[in-house]
């Protein structure tokens, strides 16, 4: 370990702990049957106990040993004292262990923004799609998506051993992602990601125009960029102002590690500055490779429903 690790990496390696404790707390919640779940904005907008405790171990972890960092996270809570027990002081020795890439050396704590998604598909989540469940913990630099933690809490829970349930992965602009192996999809098929409970036409009609051979519907943004980086998938397609930042930070973040692009229907890049809009208003569209592609077929109609913000 270099002796005096760069913020970044420090933040990252805090990040990394406190996701994989987020994912112990998804797991707990779920295991004790006891869901708590309301309805934010509608029955397609849940939240349950698993996002209030995750999101409080998390803000209040990072909040305690960076407090010049601004944290901006998905759930509204009301302010109150963080029980001990949730907590979390470890550091990732892995990534404490890397060298920092040098523009990032310096930059200082109060620089910061992190985006905090403590459970990504909370409505799969609640219909036991378990594998499609995220926690993302995003950091962005001058409006930048720059490193990113991902923790799949149930990840292999189909195989019924405890041994080998969840995973986490984290990546840096720089340096590459790490947890996670890059694959292209085989035989250069365009298959297409999208949301499974958060459709209507304007969505339905995007993905027909892409010509994919096949279409996967499935839950969350974390997931759906896991599925690009591993070769399941080649774009994740949603044309729809439903997702937000804590949703595209840290997905972001680790997707353009690997070379990939995540952008706006009409190809923009997001900003995740501190006090943008939390809505990704102009929908998502997300590659591994040909993103090009991908843009040139979004409808005219698409572009003129989702203005760039
Ligand atoms: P999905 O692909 O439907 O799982 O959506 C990805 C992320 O965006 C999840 O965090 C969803 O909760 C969020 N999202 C997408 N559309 C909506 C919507 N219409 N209302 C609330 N959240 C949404
Ligand atoms: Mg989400
Ligand atoms: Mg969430």
Redesign the pocket.
């Known amino acids: 370990m270099s002796a005096h690790p760069a913020v970044l990496m420090r933040l990252v390696a805090s990040a990394y702990a406190a996701a994989e404790k987020a994912g112990a707390i998804v797991r707990r919640v779920l295991h004790s049957g006891e869901l708590g779940i309301v309805e934010k904005?509608g029955a397609?907008?849940l939240q349950t106990l698993a996002d209030r405790l995750a999101q409080q171990s998390i803000c209040a972890s990072l909040s305690k040993r960076f407090p010049k960092i601004t944290i901006i996270g998905e759930e509204e809570l009301t302010a109150e004292e963080v029980r001990e027990d949730l907590i979390e002081s470890g550091q990732a020795e892995a990534v404490l262990q890397m060298g920092c890439p040098a523009e990032y050396k310096d930059l200082k704590e109060e620089e910061l923004v992190v985006w905090v998604?403590p459970l990504?598909?909370?409505?799969e989540y609640t219909e036991g799609l378990l594998d499609n469940v995220t926690v993302l913990i995003g950091i962005a630099h001058g409006g930048k998506a720059i490193a990113g933690v991902i923790n799949q809490p149930f990840y292999n829970y189909q195989l019924g051993s405890s041994a080998d349930l969840g995973r986490s992965m984290w990546g840096m602009l720089g340096l590459g992602a790490f947890g996670v192996e890059l694959q292209d999809v085989p035989g250069d098929r365009r298959i297409v990601t999208t949301?499974?409970?958060?459709s209507n036409k304007v969505v339905t009609d995007c993905v027909d125009a892409m010509e994919p051979h096949e279409v996967i519907r499935v839950?969350?943004?974390g997931n759906?960029i896991i599925q690009l980086i591993e070769g399941k998938a080649s774009a994740y397609v949603?044309a729809?102002p439903?997702?937000?930042k804590w949703?595209t930070c840290a997905t972001e973040a680790i997707l353009h590690a690997v070379g990939g692009k995540l952008t706006d229907m009409h190809g923009n890049a997001y900003c995740y500055d501190a006090n943008v809009q939390h809505m990704n208003s102009a929908g998502v569209l997300a590659t591994l490779r040909n993103h090009h592609y991908y843009v040139s077929r979004v409808p005219q109609s698409v572009l003129q429903a989702l203005k760039t913000g």
């Open positions: 904005t397609n907008d998604d990504d598909g909370t409505k949301t499974r409970s958060h839950g969350g943004a759906k949603f729809s439903g997702c937000k949703d």
